[in-house]
Each structure stands twice: as C-alpha cells, then as structure tokens.
C-alpha cells in the first residue's frame, strides 16, 4: 500500500508527512511519500493533496507541475482511489473559488470558496484557532469522531457546499462553517488534521483504513 502527498509548492508538508506515516506505522497502511511526480501519483492506492495559501495560486501552481493534475484525477476520478483534500487541497475540490478573482476548482464537489462574513462582526477573519466539529453526517472517515471534539484552524475563505449531503461537519463561527466534506471516495478537511491532535490522528488513521 502506497499513500502520495503531493507536493507542489504549496506550503511545509513536514508536520503532515510525519502524521501519515505515524498513523500508517500504526494502522498498517505501508509506505508514505511525499512527491511531485505523476508516475506516483498514477501508482499510488491513496492520494492526500494539503494546500496552504491562496485558492488561484494554489490552483495555478498545481496546474503549473506538468500532468500532475491530471495523474491526480486519473486516481480519484477514473480508478476511485481514496482521497483527502487538506484546507485549500479541500477547498480546490469545489466548482469555484471566489478569493480575489473566480477561479475554476476541480468541480468534484459542487458548490463554492467564499469569504467568511461573520454575523458578528467583533469575530476576527481568519478563522484561527481550536474549534468545536459539529457532526452532520456519519462516515467512516469520523469514526470515534463525535460532536463537541474540536481541530485547529487556519483560514479566510469557506467551502459553501450545493448538496448538503455532501457537507459531512461544520462549525460555529457565528454562522455555520464547512469544517469536512465528501463524496464518494473522496473526502476533504478544512481544517489541519495534522495539527489537530488526537482528532487529526484518528481522521488520519481513519482514512487511512478506508476501503471505499
């Protein structure tokens, strides 16, 4: 078993690399790598994609890494390899982004990247620090997750999802906050799992024992 973080040029995958290999040393899982290379990709049996920054830069730079893209598709897409989205990595699996300028996302998950408008305006933007998940839907991904276990935030811009169906956790930032989505053999954290605790670690061990 083969699990690929992607790499290109979109934030320190240190602290994510060392938590999937943690997790997959304890589940089981077998190898962990972080890479930039499409051959990886189209051979590896899980594909997680973190993001830091900007939606249109991360999308261009993804973009920009030759047939990457494309290999990553190819896995989820044609072959239903599984899949993790981390904070923009997630956000990307959206129709559209709206920060600075619309900007296409991969359209896996309908729905849009918009700018969180607190009801309350003394609420700061970003949204950063611990928050408390809200469970919408099971999955087997939030297996001994509950309502009320909170993960570590970071960012400006929310995934506002079409299907509700789809939106599987949200939080309560004065007004409700897509924290995890997923479909099919996808899934997608707004959130860092990885700086996430204990909650991060058993979402990663989770998918990492995914069996879609």
Sequence with gaps: MLTVLVDYDSGNLHSAEKAFQRMAAETGAGEVIVTSRPEDVARAD???????GAFPACRRALGDHGGLFEAIAEAVRVKGRPFMGICVGMQMMA????????????????????????????????????NDLVIDHPHPVLDGIATGDHAYFVHSYAFRVANP????????????????????TMVGTQFHPEKSQAVGLRIIGNFLRWAP
Excluded: C, N, Q
């Design 46 to 52: 899980r594909i997680v994609l973190p993001g830091d």
């Design 165 to 184: 169906a789809e939106r599987l956790a949200h939080v309560d930032y004065a007004g409700d906050i897509t924290a995890i989505i997923g479909a099919g």
């Design 95 to 130: 129709t559209w982004g709206r920060e600075y300028e619309d900007t296409p996302g991969f359209d896996w998950i309908g729905g849009e990247v918009t700018r969180i408008t607190p009801a309350d305006p003394h609420l700061k933007v970003p949204h950063m620090g611990w």
